[in-house]
């Protein structure tokens, strides 16, 4: 029984390691693009990590409140319309729902539970980038 845990819960350490690994390389090469360099100076190589941060979790942020507001049910009213735009076309099979409480209630049983973890590391990005700024303007 105690076997069968361990794996479920390395899963959302898993996920938030494999997340966080690709932000930073995201921060790391939006840095690059804006200049950093060891050889530059102190203040530039803070305002290139300040904007490989902020950029960087901006993105994962966006990414992961869209996700949030996936799980929620939000926009079941989207997929509901366009399901139903297919019988429109000739010679498509009837329709599996007939009015939109039936198809909202089954997507709430299949419905996962909401998934926060791209939107914490995206926050966290985004008070690291900050923390540079801070250090920026002290410089």
């Known amino acids: 029984m105690d076997q069968k845990k361990a794996p479920e819960q390395k899963k959302p350490l898993r996920r938030y390691l494999i997340s966080t690994a690709c932000s930073l390389l995201?921060?790391?090469?939006?840095?690059?693009?804006?200049?950093?360099?060891?050889?530059?100076?102190?203040?530039?190589?803070?305002?290139?990590?300040?904007?490989?941060?902020?950029?960087s979790g901006m993105l994962v942020a966006g990414l992961g409140a869209m996700i949030w507001v996936s799980t929620t049910g939000f926009f079941d009213i989207l997929s509901y319309g366009f399901k139903n735009l297919a019988v429109l076309v000739p010679f498509h099979h009837r329709r599996k729902y007939k009015h939109f409480y039936e198809y909202k209630a089954e997507q709430a049983a299949?419905?996962?539970?909401?998934?926060?973890?791209?939107?914490?590391?995206?926050?966290?990005?985004?008070?690291?980038?900050?923390?540079?700024?801070?250090?920026?303007?002290?410089?």
């Open 26 to 55: 995201l921060a790391v090469l939006f840095a690059q693009i804006r200049g950093f360099s060891f050889s530059q100076p102190l203040a530039a190589n803070l305002a290139a990590l300040c904007d490989g941060f902020f950029v």
């Open 110 to 139: 299949k419905r996962s539970k909401p998934q926060f973890f791209l939107l914490v590391i995206g926050l966290i990005m985004v008070l690291i980038a900050a923390i540079f700024l801070y250090f920026y303007t002290a410089a």
